[in-house]
């Protein structure tokens, strides 16, 4: 079955980065997009960006160009998030998620919850 | 991209039916038959319950529906149940090969 599974919390300083990691099982890795999504304490879901793990393109909303990047290893089946220049606005929760056809996030991670603070 | 815009609560009895709508542009919802709704309980990933406006993966109860008229969509939840109680999210693909999310509605089961 499809899994995704990320990696555990962390907890940044305004200013620093944070890399969160998808490992993904149950398929052919590099035949699905993986999309990022974030979701702010009650707030709603908020699509960060996408990535072909066969390509390595990627594609990111406008609101997070420059900030955000999304990486893969094939070798090992995962994906990458990296965010920078955090600050207090970024705290959320952060899932990864498995696009099928036009579906934006068919099958979704567990989701990593990353704390911004001073 | 602004977000596509929802109802922020809708309610109903149990059994009863109810239908949360999903408001886009026509680089968006009007544009694409690719409108995608989830199920979100406290604490919990999102789960797909519709997609491509009217699709349902398996092991999702035929009790959810979705359609779609020019820029908004919906989704029908019928036989309403206590463990519908949950935030549900439309997205659409965009014109400018991203995605966007729906304001989120929280769905009470009176």
């Not at chain 1, 995962?78 to 965010?83: D, I, K």
């Not at chain 2, 092991?59 to 109680?85: C, H, M, P, W, Y």
Request: charged share 15%.
């Amino acid at each position: 079955q499809v899994q995704l599974v990320q990696s555990g919390a962390e907890v940044k300083k305004p200013g620093a980065s944070v890399k969160v990691s998808c490992k993904a099982s149950g398929y052919t890795f590099t035949s699905y997009d993986i999309n990022w999504v974030r979701q702010a304490t009650g707030q709603g879901l908020e699509w960060m960006g996408w990535m072909n793990p066969n390509s390595g393109n990627t594609g990111y909303a406008q609101k997070f160009q420059g900030r955000v990047t999304i990486t893969r290893n094939t070798s090992i089946s995962t994906a990458y998030m990296e965010l920078s220049s955090l600050r207090s606005e970024d705290t959320a929760v952060y899932y990864c998620a498995r696009r099928r056809g036009t579906t934006v996030a068919y099958y979704w991670g567990q989701g990593t919850l990353v704390t911004v603070s001073s | 991209q602004s977000a596509l815009t929802q109802p922020a609560s809708v309610s109903g009895s149990p059994g009863q039916s109810i239908t949360i709508s999903c408001t886009g542009t026509s680089s968006d919802v009007g544009g694409y038959n690719y409108v995608s709704w989830y199920q979100q309980h406290p604490g919990k990933a999102p789960k797909l319950m519709i997609y491509d406006v009217s699709k349902r993966p398996s092991g999702v109860s035929n009790r959810f529906s979705g359609s779609k008229s020019g820029n908004t969509a919906s989704l029908t939840i019928s036989g309403l149940q206590a463990e519908d109680e949950a935030d549900y999210y439309c997205s659409s693909y965009t014109s400018s090969s991203t995605y966007v999310f729906g304001t989120g509605t929280k769905v009470t089961v009176l």
